[in-house]
C-alpha cells in the first residue's frame, strides 16, 4: 500500500510540472491567432507613415539645375529660355540673374500675382524680356558683344516647387584674315583680333613659326610665318580655323617680292633719269650761248679789218672779182657752223 501511494505521488508531481512549464511558455510567447493580427497593424501604419513623409519630401526636395554652354558671334541675337514647367502648376514668380566680368550682378523679376516687373543693377538696355514674362520668361541679348561674356540664371517658382537653368554665354568673335609675303620670301598668315585664338595650318608643310598676340578685350591675334627651300614650291595656302568659320588663303611665292623689287628699281632709276636730262640741256644751253657769242666777235672783227681796209678793198671789190668769190666761200662757213650747232642741239633733246 505505501508503494502505490509513493507511485501515484510521483505521478501527481510530474504532471503539475508540465503543466507549469506550458503556462509559463505562454505567458511569455503570445498565442497564434493575435501575433499575425498585430503584425497586419504595425504593416499598415509603417506604409501610412512612409506614404506621408515622401510626399512631404516631394514637396520640400528642390530639382537639379541644369546648366548649359552656349556660343553666340558678336553682333548677334541670343535668346535665353527658362526651364518649362508643367501645366497643371500655378507660375508664381520668375528671377533672371545675370552676372558679367567686373560688373555688379543684375537681377530682373516678373511677379505674377501684382502682374508686375523690376530691374536691380540692369544697365545694360541691350539685356531685356524676349516678350511678356506671364507669356514667355525668355531673356534676350540684342546684339550680342563681347562685354556680355558671363553666367545667366533663370529662377522660376511654381506651385509644384523651384526650377533652375543657367548658361554659360561665350561671345564668338572672327578673326580678320590676311597672307603676304615679305622681300626674304617668308610667308605670312594673320588671323587678329579672333575670340577665341585661331589656328593655323599650310599647304604644302615649311619652316613654319606661330606666336600669339593677346589683347586687352580678351581676343588674340595669331601669326605664322613660313619659309620653303624648296624652290619648286610656287604657291602656298593658309588655312584658318575659327569656330565662327573656317578660311583659306593662296598666294604665289615671290611675285609680291618681285613687285617690290620692280617698283623699287623704277623709284630709283627714274629721279637719276630726269637730273640726267636736266643737266644735259643745262650744258646744252651753255654750248648755244658760247657758240653765239663766239660768231658775235668773229663778226666784230671781220668788221674792224673791213673798216680798216675799207680803202683797198674799195677798189679791189670793183677790179678783182676773186675778192668776191672769197667772201662768199667765208659767210658760207660761219652759217654752215650755225646750222651745225642747231642741229646737234635739235638731235640731242630727240635723244634724250
Avoid at 503570445?30 to 510626399?55: Q, V
Amino acid at each position: 500500500m505505501p508503494c502505490t501511494l509513493g507511485t501515484f505521488g510521483l505521478w501527481l508531481l510530474l504532471i503539475l510540472t508540465v503543466s507549469l512549464v506550458a503556462e509559463m511558455r505562454t505567458l511569455v510567447t503570445p498565442s497564434n491567432g493575435l501575433r499575425p493580427k498585430m503584425s497586419k497593424d504595425n504593416d499598415s501604419a509603417a506604409s501610412t507613415n512612409s506614404s506621408l513623409m515622401d510626399r512631404q519630401q516631394r514637396s520640400f526636395i528642390l530639382p537639379v539645375e541644369a546648366n548649359t554652354s552656349l556660343s553666340k558671334p558678336v553682333d548677334t541675337k541670343a535668346v535665353l529660355s527658362c526651364p518649362p514647367i508643367t501645366q497643371k502648376a500655378v507660375l508664381v514668380t520668375i528671377r533672371w540673374e545675370i552676372i558679367l566680368r567686373d560688373k555688379p550682378s543684375c537681377t530682373r523679376a516678373y511677379r505674377r500675382d501684382t502682374n508686375e516687373t523690376r530691374a536691380i543693377n540692369c544697365s545694360d538696355e541691350t539685356i531685356s524680356w524676349d516678350s511678356r514674362p506671364d507669356r514667355n520668361p525668355a531673356l534676350q541679348i540684342n546684339p550680342v558683344a563681347i562685354t556680355h561674356d558671363g553666367y545667366y540664371r533663370c529662377e522660376v517658382v511654381t506651385t509644384h516647387g523651384h526650377f533652375y537653368h543657367g548658361y554659360h554665354l561665350k561671345v564668338l568673335v572672327a578673326p580678320e584674315v590676311t597672307l603676304f609675303q615679305l622681300e626674304n620670301e617668308t610667308i605670312v598668315c594673320r588671323a587678329a583680333a579672333g575670340k577665341p585664338a585661331a589656328q593655323i595650318s599650310w599647304t604644302p608643310g615649311g619652316d613654319c613659326h606661330t606666336v600669339e598676340e593677346p589683347l586687352g578685350n580678351d581676343t588674340v591675334t595669331v601669326q605664322s610665318s613660313c619659309r620653303w627651300e624648296d624652290h619648286r614650291v610656287s604657291n602656298v595656302s593658309c588655312s584658318v580655323y575659327h569656330l565662327t568659320g573656317n578660311r583659306s588663303l593662296s598666294i604665289e611665292r615671290n611675285s609680291g617680292v618681285q613687285s617690290a623689287v620692280y617698283v623699287k628699281t623704277v623709284y630709283i632709276i627714274l629721279p637719276v633719269l630726269i637730273i640726267l636730262v636736266i643737266v644735259g640741256s643745262i650744258c646744252l644751253w651753255k654750248i648755244g650761248v658760247c657758240r653765239k657769242c663766239k660768231l658775235k666777235k668773229r663778226e666784230a672783227n671781220s668788221v674792224a679789218e673791213e673798216d680798216e681796209m675799207q680803202p683797198y678793198a674799195s677798189y679791189t671789190e670793183k677790179n678783182n672779182p676773186l675778192y668776191d668769190t672769197v667772201s662768199q666761200v667765208k659767210r658760207s662757213e660761219v652759217l654752215q657752223n650755225e646750222a651745225d650747232g642747231l642741229c646737234l642741239h635739235t638731235s640731242y633733246i630727240t635723244g634724250i
